[in-house]
C-alpha cells in the first residue's frame, strides 16, 4: 500500500531521440531529423511510480544532455531518499541545488506530482486546487519551409476540427509571411490565426512590419523581438491595437513581473519547460491575471508526456485562456511514448480524469528511442 510517506528509492533517466514527420522552421532554429527529450521515471519503496519528461531546445532553454546530467547528477541526490508528498520542499531544494535547468526540473516536479496522483488516485489538476475547464481549445503551429506541405497539412486539420493555427513568421523573410497570411485570409475563412516570430525580427524594422500584418487581424503578435530587448517590446505594445504575446521574455514568475510593470506585452505564453514546472507555471498566469493579461498554454518540442503536464497545469489555472499548442505527439512525432494516444478531439484537448497524468507510458518505447540512460538507486 503506497502513501504520500511512501518513500523515493530509484529514478531512471533515458535521452530519446524520437524521429519527426517534416523539417519545422521557428526562426531561432531550424528543427529537422529528430527531436530530442529526456524521460524521468522515479520509484518509491512500495512500488509507486511517476514519470515526467524534461524537453529542452538548445536555441531556447537548454539542451538534453545539460537535462541528463542535470537529473542523474544533481537533482537525484535532492529526491532520493525523500517522501513523495513534499514536493513543495523537495522543489524548493532542487532550486537551492542547481541554478537554472528548468526542463529538468519541469520533469521532477511532474513525476513527483504523478506519482502522487497514482497514489491518491486523483488527478494532476486535483492536486493543483481542482479544475477550471475539462477541454482545452488546439493551436497547431505552420512552420514548414515548404507551405504547400502546411496547406495540405491544414486540410487535415479542419477535417479534425482544429479551429486554431500559429503561423511561424520571420523566417524567410516579409514577403512570404504576407503571402501565407493572404492565402490563409482566402482560403480558410473561419481560422483563429496567431503569429509567432520566435525574436525574428530586429527593432528597427519591426514596427512597419507588423503593420502590415495587423491588417489580417491576427489573434496575438508572439514574441516579435529579442526577449531581452524589454524596451523594443514595450513600444511594439504600445504601437500596436494587435496584442502582444511575451514567450521568450518571460520564463518564471520574476521576468513575469518585470513585463507587467514595464507594461512589455499583452498576455504571457506559459511552459513548464521555461518556469520549471506546473506550480511555477500557475504563478507565472496568476501574475499575468492580476494584471489584467490573459495567458497562452505554450509549449516546447515534446512527447505526450510533457503535453500531459502542460494539460493538467492549463485545466488547474483559470487565466490560461487563450487555448495550447500540445499538437507534437499527434501531428509532429513519427510515434509518441504513450501507451494510448494524447486526448484530442475535434479540435480541443481533453484534460483526463484518471490518476496521475492520466495515461501510462509506454517503457518499450522509451527504450526503443533511447540513445543514453541512467539509474541511480538510494543506496548507491
Ligand atoms: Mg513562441
Redesign the pocket.
Known amino acids: 500500500m503506497t502513501s504520500f510517506s511512501d518513500i523515493v528509492s530509484r529514478i531512471q533517466v533515458w535521452h530519446v531521440a524520437l524521429p519527426v514527420k517534416s523539417p519545422r522552421d521557428h526562426g531561432s532554429g531550424l528543427v529537422s531529423g529528430s527531436v530530442e527529450v529526456v524521460v524521468l521515471r522515479l520509484e518509491t519503496i512500495d512500488g509507486g511510480y511517476g514519470w515526467g519528461e524534461a524537453s529542452p531546445w538548445s536555441v531556447f532553454t537548454g539542451t538534453a544532455e545539460a537535462a541528463m546530467a542535470a537529473l542523474a547528477r544533481y537533482l537525484a541526490p535532492v529526491v532520493l531518499g525523500r517522501p513523495i508528498g513534499d514536493v513543495a520542499a523537495i522543489m524548493t531544494d532542487a532550486d537551492r541545488a542547481l541554478v537554472g535547468h528548468p526542463e529538468a526540473k519541469a520533469a521532477l516536479e511532474t513525476a513527483l506530482l504523478d506519482c502522487m496522483g497514482r497514489t491518491a488516485s486523483l488527478p494532476i489538476w486535483a492536486l493543483l486546487g481542482g479544475r477550471a475547464r475539462s477541454s482545452i481549445p488546439l493551436s497547431v503551429s505552420l512552420a514548414d519551409p515548404d507551405f504547400s506541405a502546411d496547406v495540405d497539412l491544414l486540410g487535415q486539420l479542419r477535417r479534425d476540427g482544429i479551429g486554431i493555427v500559429k503561423l511561424k513568421t520571420g523566417t524567410k523573410g516579409h514577403d512570404f509571411d504576407i503571402m501565407r497570411l493572404e492565402r490563409l485570409q482566402i482560403d480558410f475563412t473561419d481560422l483563429d490565426v496567431r503569429v ?1 516570430y ?1 525574436q525574428g525580427m530586429q527593432p528597427f524594422e519591426a514596427l512597419r512590419r507588423l503593420r502590415d500584418i495587423e491588417a489580417f487581424s491576427v489573434t496575438f503578435i ?2 516579435p523581438v529579442p526577449g531581452d530587448d524589454r524596451a523594443a517590446m514595450a513600444e511594439l505594445t504600445t504601437a500596436l491595437d494587435t496584442p502582444i504575446l511575451a ?1 521568450e521574455s518571460v520564463f518564471g514568475p520574476r521576468q513575469a513581473v518585470e513585463a507587467v510593470e514595464a507594461q512589455i506585452c499583452d498576455c504571457i ?1 506559459v511552459k513548464i519547460m521555461k518556469c520549471g514546472g506546473m506550480r511555477r507555471g500557475m504563478e507565472v498566469a496568476a501574475i499575468a491575471e492580476a494584471a489584467g493579461m490573459p495567458a497562452y498554454g ?1 509549449d516546447m518540442f515534446e512527447t505526450g508526456i510533457a503535453h500531459l503536464a502542460g494539460t493538467h497545469m492549463i485545466a488547474a489555472a483559470p487565466n490560461i485562456s487563450l487555448g495550447c499548442e500540445f499538437y507534437q505527439a499527434r501531428y509532429y512525432l513519427e510515434d509518441d511514448l504513450l501507451a494510448k494516444p494524447f486526448p484530442i478531439d475535434n479540435g480541443e484537448v481533453i484534460v483526463p480524469d484518471g490518476p496521475g497524468l492520466g495515461r501510462d507510458v509506454d517503457m518499450s518505447k522509451v527504450k526503443e528511442y533511447a540513445i543514453d540512460y541512467r539509474e541511480i538507486s538510494a543506496e548507491s
Open positions: 509567432d520566435n508572439e514574441q514567450d505564453s505554450g
